[in-house]
């Protein structure tokens, strides 16, 4: 699978640069029909996990020579992130920073400005030599045992805090407090006065007060997740940085999930600016099945993977053997299908 991923990268960037294996990872239909095509189930959660370790994996060694570069993974892992970047950008003579800010900011809006009950435990952060980039990040709900992934892709953001997403991947949908959404905006702006111009006691004032409400059925924040006193703190920080827009306020350390959905919840309560409750995801799959499930199989897509890999193949660093055997492969899937 390694290999595999490797040669349709190397064959990929060859023909169309390595900006062009942003925007495909970025698509949640590509991504998930490359994971179907290295062997992974359509349905699994493990399609993120493996097919990044398997591409981050596959160019080791070829950075250079492609342009491409892959930092971060799974767990413990996603958190050697901006190490890696600034490793890469001592070799390569390119500042990280903005680099490091996209790849904290992706993960923080997915973790805090949108709340749909998923953690994240896998962020992968793509880039090129000239400073283009994209994430592909997941979380997981320990409640549903669902998986949720999130797509960014760099040359499309041109707001952190305002639709930023190319793609929210997910089996299930439900409520999210959603602060990215742009029926959102008034909410963010709201969010980032109270933090700059509002006494932190008197917004935990407010929130005390909350507590003691009876909140309407279709509110996504519940009281029993606010504790006023445990967030004096980091309103008292936040007020001191004097934050100009939610997008700054967001970014600042110690601003989690909690203060945000505080905040919001003052917000709209208080000040009437209600934020979006729209869920993100959407749906996608790779091919399709041949018994029409998740929908019917979609021929001219496979067609077209199956040229990719054939073309991929061809190009491949292997023995005439292997190559042989590979390509007899290739040519027993259009058998099968029709």
Avoid at 134 to 149: K, L, Y
């Amino acid at each position: 699978m390694v290999r595999l991923a490797r040669e349709i990268v190397i064959a990929i960037v060859s023909d169309f640069g390595p900006e062009e294996m942003l925007r495909r990872v970025s698509h949640p239909f590509w991504f998930q029909a490359f994971g179907c095509v290295l062997g992974y189930d359509w349905h699994s959660s493990g399609v993120t996990t493996t097919l990044c370790g398997a591409l981050k994996a596959g160019i080791r060694g070829l950075e250079k020579e492609l342009g491409l570069f892959i930092a971060g993974g799974k767990g413990k892992t996603s958190r050697k992130t901006p190490l890696e970047i600034e490793t890469w950008g001592e070799r390569l003579s390119l500042a990280p920073s903005p680099l490091i800010y996209a790849s904290r900011m992706s993960a923080k809006v997915d973790n805090s400005a949108i709340q749909d009950g998923y953690q994240l435990y896998h962020h992968t952060f793509l880039f090129t030599g000239t400073g283009s980039w994209a994430v592909v990040q997941q979380g997981m709900n320990v409640a549903n045992r669902f998986a949720r992934r999130y797509h960014w892709l760099g040359e499309k953001v041109t707001d952190f805090v305002d639709e930023p997403h190319s793609a929210v991947f997910s089996e299930a949908k439900g409520q999210a407090l959603n602060l990215v959404a742009s029926e959102s905006g008034p909410a963010r702006h709201m969010i980032s006065e109270i933090s700059a111009s509002e006494k932190p006691e008197n917004t935990i004032a407010e929130l005390k007060r909350i507590k003691v409400l009876n909140l309407p059925a279709h509110h996504h924040i519940l009281a029993s997740d606010i504790n006023p006193d445990s967030l004096s703190k980091t309103l008292f920080i936040a007020r001191e940085r004097h934050p100009q827009s939610f997008e700054e306020l967001l970014s600042l350390n110690g601003v989690g999930p909690k203060t945000i959905r505080a905040l919001s919840l003052v917000a709209e309560l208080v000040h009437g600016a209600r934020p979006s409750y729209r869920d993100p995801a959407r749906y996608s799959f790779a091919h399709g099945g041949k018994d029409g499930i998740p929908y019917p199989v979609d021929r001219k897509t496979y067609d077209q993977s199956i040229e990719l890999l054939r073309r991929a193949i061809g190009r491949a660093r292997l023995g005439l053997r292997e190559k042989d055997n590979a390509m007899r492969r290739v040519q027993c899937l259009k058998p099968r299908l029709e």
